[in-house]
T-cell receptor, first 115, second 116 residues
């Protein structure tokens, strides 16, 4: 079974600065997807960024980028120019490539943004 | 993007009663939906996989007789918490798989259940 580990329960960053959230995973599969989801106080799950394992290029979405190291099974999220609205819980998630498989989530990292 | 709607967003019920939560895919057909449970300050734990037209697949430790899941159409899955107890109080979230972008699951807004 796949597992996702987020070793940072809480992180904080100054507004306009950069922060990196860590995520590692364990799998025996070669094809899969990795995601970062944001959960604000409303608890709505919001997709931040997605990475397909077969792609070597790191995904980017505006201020959000990932450092995907397949051999090391590492998938960190970098948030640049942090904004107050970035404060939330961030979950790293894994999904198998094939079939109707669910997301497997890490325990989450609570990010605070300091004005 | 694909929209998943969940209803009700909040529900309070008395112990011993049953509560139904609906999860609808509004602009796409979802043959598979997933139900998660989230305790305060914790992660999302998969409860069951709901498949249209067939029985749901429950995760180990989840009582299928307590958490009844029905996926009668391609746009609707329901979770019924039967004979609710205070320990069933939690946040329940559904998600559905849309064909594209590949691999992405879309989430409902969640339902907060409080059992008195």
């Amino acid at each position: 079974a796949q597992t996702v580990t987020q070793s940072q329960p809480e992180m904080s960053v100054q507004e306009a600065e950069t922060v990196t959230l860590s995520c590692t995973y364990d799998t025996s599969e070669s094809d899969y997807y990795l995601f970062w989801y944001k959960q604000p106080p409303s608890r709505q799950m919001i997709l931040v960024i997605r990475q397909e394992a077969y792609k070597q290029q790191n995904a980017t979405e505006n201020r959000f980028s990932v450092n995907f190291q397949k051999a090391a099974k590492s998938f960190s999220l970098k948030i640049s120019d942090s904004q107050l609205g970035d404060a939330a819980m961030y979950f790293c998630a894994y999904r198998s490539y094939s079939g109707n498989t669910p997301l497997v989530f890490g325990k989450g990292t609570r990010l605070s943004v300091i004005a | 993007g694909a929209v998943v709607s969940q209803h009700p967003s909040r529900v309070i019920c008395k112990s011993g009663t049953s509560v139904k939560i609906e999860c609808r895919s509004l602009d796409f057909q979802a043959t598979t939906m997933f139900w998660y449970r989230q305790f305060p300050k914790q992660s999302l734990m998969l409860m069951a996989t709901s498949n249209e037209g067939s029985k749901a697949t429950y995760e180990q430790g989840v009582e299928k007789d307590k958490f009844l899941i029905n996926h009668a159409s391609l746009t609707l899955s329901t979770l019924t918490v039967t004979s609710a107890h205070p320990e069933d109080s939690s946040f329940y979230i559904c998600s559905a798989r849309f064909l594209a972008p590949a691999g992405e699951l879309f989430f409902g807004e969640g339902s907060r259940l409080t059992v008195l």
